[in-house]
């Protein structure tokens, strides 16, 4: 079991800044991502991290997004700079841990409720 807590959105001018953080709890989680949704796209992988650090990154993001963990708080984050037009959505946290079931290996996949990011020029 998973629990996953989102905070931080909110709404920034453009070239601005924003962290986000997931509050986790339950089990621990090593392969976290943060995701982001609008209604003109799908859910879109934005960025994360494998046992504690970051795995990759959204070209679209790269270089102004960073993801981050903190065992020590059950937090991930995610760290938006320089913020553009284009950002605006809302940001998901998602665990997916690997499940084992009758010989069969799963990622299952926990979701945040999401917080909303605004950009304004």
């Known amino acids: 079991q998973v629990q996953l807590v989102e905070s931080g959105g909110g709404l920034v001018q453009a070239g601005g800044s924003l962290r986000l953080s997931c509050q986790t709890s339950?089990?621990?989680?090593?392969?976290m991502a943060w995701y982001r949704q609008t209604q003109a796209h799908q859910r879109e992988w934005v960025g994360g991290?494998?046992?504690?650090?970051?795995?990759n990154y959204a070209e679209s993001v790269k270089g102004r997004f960073t993801v981050s963990g903190d065992s020590d708080k059950n937090t991930f984050s995610l760290q938006m700079n320089n913020l553009v037009t284009e950002d605006p959505a809302v940001y998901y946290c998602?665990?997916?841990?690997?499940?084992?079931?009758?010989?069969?290996?799963?990622?299952?996949?926990?979701w945040g409720q999401g917080t909303q990011v605004t950009v304004s020029s």
């Open positions: 998602n665990a997916s841990p690997l499940v084992r079931l009758r010989g069969l290996t799963f990622a299952y996949q926990y």
């Open positions: 339950g089990r621990s989680v090593n392969e």
């Open positions: 991290m494998v046992h504690g650090a970051p795995y």
